[in-house]
């Protein structure tokens, strides 16, 4: 990992020397040391060695040594500094200067700083820093680090430390802890200030752990979670998926997955097609979203959104609570009843969460408020009225749904009454009628049966029509009647 470290007084990681003194400078892994040669006149050659070994000569010659750092060195033509590329502890050491008669002696520390994980990481882990000084001399450090914001970082030596070697673990970290981080060093023997700069980055979410969402029944909800890959610059690739499920012991239906590549571009797939939503194709860069257009009370519960990075997971969950309400008697309430209307949440609230029924424009008496963690609450109307439950969070109402209770108008009773009336003299009226039709049907099929027996006793008997009369009118008949009969 590459660290990048503060310069001081102008050598970049190197504690300045005066000409011709043998001075302590330090160096940091992976950085470029300059070792300063004194006032080396312009014209003068000067060779430069490590621990007697030669690394470069510059003067009428050029020379090129065996020294380890050779190949990553070079002399400036003009200072006659040695500059030392790629730092390593390895080159920790003494460095001598020579020109003419004199000899500048150098004495490099060299510190090497790395974080775990590369300095990737997720919310909620612990990186770990390790602090390597080369051996040549190994002072009593104090260390101290400092987050992005300048604030210092809990932390604590692991057991692993060695002088050599100090381990330290950090505190846990947030998608907001992103940013540059300095690690001060400080030893009073041999005097040390130096600060080793390093980057953190951690990939989540800009939205809380938890989030809770109010809607009503029939609401337009948007639910969104902000990713922050582009604001720390994540050059790698992850990927992501968003649950539903309605209760913490339900199970969960996946609604999409999503995936972003080390450009930034990011992909989704809608993964349900029973449960209704939409991906709006306009957000912001970054952003996961998706709309419901017309909620439903189950469409309540536990949104949660998750990203995977080599094997490791986030979340961030956001908890839609939806409420209705409704009444005992459907239409409008007639005079002398009573309804009770009903407010529901569809989930369970927190302790400093309440329903709460009033009546606009009412009094102190129509109002009704839920108990602790209770879902629903209930009024009983007797009057016409417009109703609102509330959902109050610590004082702040949420979301509010009005109810309008109608009473019946008195015209309307009296015809109610009137109808109910007429309806039953028309009932009695039907019912007369029926009897007497049913009466006049009897009738004729007595006569009928009558006159059937008249032919048949005219055709058996052969009768005349004058000797039958008193026969026929034995039976209420008319003689003419036998006689047209017969």
């Not at 953190?200 to 890959?229: C, M």
């Not at 450009?263 to 912001?284: D, W």
């Not at 109050?392 to 309307?412: F, G, Q």
Request: contains cysteine; glycine residues 6%; hydrophobic residues 35%.
């Amino acid at each position: 990992m590459h660290i990048c470290g503060s310069p001081l007084q102008g050598s970049p990681g190197l504690i300045p020397i005066m000409a011709e003194q043998s001075e302590l400078q330090i160096g940091v892994a992976g950085q470029t040391a300059i070792l300063n040669c004194g006032g080396t006149p312009h014209k003068t050659g000067v060779t430069w060695k490590y621990n007697n070994l030669l690394i470069r000569h510059y003067g009428g010659t050029y020379l090129k040594g065996k020294a380890t750092m050779t190949n990553r060195s070079e002399i400036d033509r003009k200072s006659k500094h040695l500059k030392v590329l790629d730092l390593r502890l390895s080159d920790a050491g003494t460095y001598t200067c020579e020109y003419d008669s004199y000899i500048v002696s150098i004495s490099l520390h060299v510190f090497q700083l790395t974080i775990s994980l590369d300095g990737r990481f997720l919310p909620n882990e612990v990186p770990e820093l390790t602090l390597m000084q080369s051996s040549s001399s190994l002072p009593d450090l104090a260390i101290t680090v400092f987050d992005s914001n300048k604030n210092t970082v809990r932390s604590t030596l692991s057991e692993n430390t060695t002088p050599q070697k100090y381990i330290l673990k950090l505190k846990q970290l947030e998608a907001t802890d992103s940013g540059t981080w300095m690690c001060h060093i400080h030893s009073d023997s041999p005097l040390i200030n130096q600060n080793i700069s390093f980057d953190v980055k951690v990939l989540g979410f800009q939205n809380p752990n938890l989030e809770r969402k109010y809607a009503t029944v029939d609401s337009t909800v948007i639910l969104s979670w902000l990713l922050n890959f582009q604001k720390i610059k994540w050059k790698e690739d992850f990927t992501g998926q968003l649950n539903w499920k309605q209760q913490e012991s339900a199970t969960a239906h996946e609604l999409l997955d999503f995936s972003v590549t080390a450009r930034g571009e990011q992909h989704e797939t809608k993964k349900s097609s029973h449960f209704r939503f939409e991906t709006p194709e306009s957000k912001p860069e970054g952003t996961i979203k998706v709309e419901l257009p017309k909620v439903h009370f189950n469409h309540s519960g536990q949104y949660k959104c998750e990203l995977a990075y080599k094997g490791r997971y986030v979340q961030s969950m956001i908890e839609l609570v939806v409420m209705k309400v409704s009444a005992s008697h459907v239409g409008p309430l007639p005079r002398g009843a009573e309804m009770t209307l009903t407010c529901q949440v569809s989930g369970p609230l927190s302790s400093n969460t309440h329903l709460l029924w009033e009546r606009v424009n009412g009094t102190q008496m129509d109002i009704k408020k839920s108990k602790q963690h209770e879902v629903k609450v209930e009024v009983n109307v007797s009057a016409a009225g417009l109703w609102t439950c509330h959902l109050i969070e610590d004082n702040d109402r949420k979301i509010s749904l009005h109810y309008a209770v109608e009473e019946t108008p008195v015209w309307n009773t009296y015809v109610e009454i009137g109808a109910s009336i007429g309806g039953s003299v028309l009932a009695l009226g039907l019912v007369c009628l029926c009897i007497i039709s049913s009466i006049r049907r009897q009738r004729r099929q007595q006569r009928r049966k009558r006159m059937a027996q008249a032919r048949q006793y005219l055709l058996e008997n052969k009768t005349s029509p004058r000797m039958g009369k008193d026969w026929f009118q034995d039976r209420g008949l008319d003689g003419r009647a036998g006689r047209n009969g017969a």
